[in-house]
């Protein structure tokens, strides 16, 4: 089996020698945020990725991540939030109504992947909430938002997805990341909005929280490859309890033959380093070795300084691991 390789387009490497380069270096995949502007919006980008699969001369896939539940910030400037501070949450770190009333008093608020937590206090009527900051840090425009410990009960879509759906052909789009999976009935919806279009996407299934993972069994055979995203999962159930979680959804994947893909943070020094770290090249190579149908790197392509390595990196350790794995007959 062939490890599928993927990268995630952004201002990184949305120019066409970029791309080219990524491909030939051996990349099969690159992944699309929705969460930070429209398949529309992104038009530029996705014809520089066409133009550089025809120089290639190789074809990968498009794959876009649906905005789903997915809770984020607003928009706004830049703040250093100070460890011990207070801030409003609604105002001074804007966010839509429907997050707001999902606060309670005492619950942790995690910002940016969990490299912020906050802790709500109290309830300012027609504004926000007041909450202490637990942990500080650089807190920039449109940063993930998890409420700790808070299954989320909305439509696996919302209105935004349903236009990216309806221009999805158009751009080529090859495969559909659902975020935040938590039922069969999820991917169901997800389905039926696919047969509406007559669209024939592959369905990537993200499990990103407890609910994910306890429904596994139910939501495996309605998706093409489960995502072991371990971003927003270890925001939900903590670090600690995180490898844990991975080991037991890599398991139950290889017991019902199903397609698995580890992404986060599997090269994440090199956002800012032309070289990784060695745990990060164990990771990747053990990732690769157990099983994993597929590998994705975020940050690394889409907002890091070293796009090109850090892609030629993850290919080099996935061959690697398949090197290994035909000499040790595995």
């Known amino acids: 089996m062939k490890l599928e390789l993927f990268g995630t387009l952004g201002p990184a490497c949305h120019d066409t020698r970029t791309l080219q380069a990524m491909i030939e270096t051996g990349m099969t995949g690159i992944r699309l945020n929705l969460s930070h502007g429209s398949l529309k919006e992104r038009a530029d980008w996705i014809d520089s990725l066409h133009q550089a699969q025809t120089a290639a001369g190789r074809p990968v896939d498009l794959l876009i991540d649906l905005k789903g539940r997915e809770l984020r910030t607003g928009d706004m400037p830049a703040m250093t939030l100070e460890t011990g501070s207070t801030v409003v949450l609604g105002t001074a770190i804007p966010l839509d109504w429907r997050i707001t009333r999902r606060i309670k008093p005492g619950m942790r608020i995690l910002l940016d992947d969990g490299a912020i937590i906050l802790q709500a206090r109290t309830l300012l009527p027609g504004s926000g909430w007041t909450c202490e900051v637990l942990q500080g840090g650089l807190l920039e425009s449109r940063k993930s938002l998890s409420l700790e410990n808070l299954d989320q009960q909305d439509s696996p879509l919302c209105p935004e997805d349903m236009d990216n759906l309806d221009a999805a052909a158009a751009c080529g789009v090859t495969a559909l990341m659902v975020p935040f999976v938590q039922s069969g009935q999820d991917l169901r919806a997800v389905r039926q909005e696919l047969e509406k279009r007559k669209l024939n996407l592959k369905l990537y299934a993200k499990i990103e929280n407890e609910q994910g993972c306890r429904n596994l069994e139910e939501i495996m055979p309605l998706a093409d490859v489960i995502v072991i995203a371990r971003g927003d999962l270890g925001q939900n159930l903590g670090l600690i309890r995180l490898p844990a ?43 690769a070795l157990e099983g994993a149908w597929s590998l994705m790197l975020t940050n690394e392509t889409a907002a890091g300084r070293w796009p090109v390595k850090a892609m030629e990196t993850l290919c080099a350790l996935a061959r690697q691991a398949e090197e290994y794995r035909q000499h040790h007959r595995l």
Do not use: I
């Not at 580890?262 to 090249?281: K, N």
């Open 245 to 287: 979680a991975q080991l037991d959804l890599e398991t139950r994947c290889r017991k019902a033959g199903k397609p698995y893909m580890v992404v986060t943070q599997l090269l994440a020094s090199m956002t800012e380093s032309p070289v990784c770290t060695r745990a990060e090249a164990n990771d990747v190579f053990r990732a």
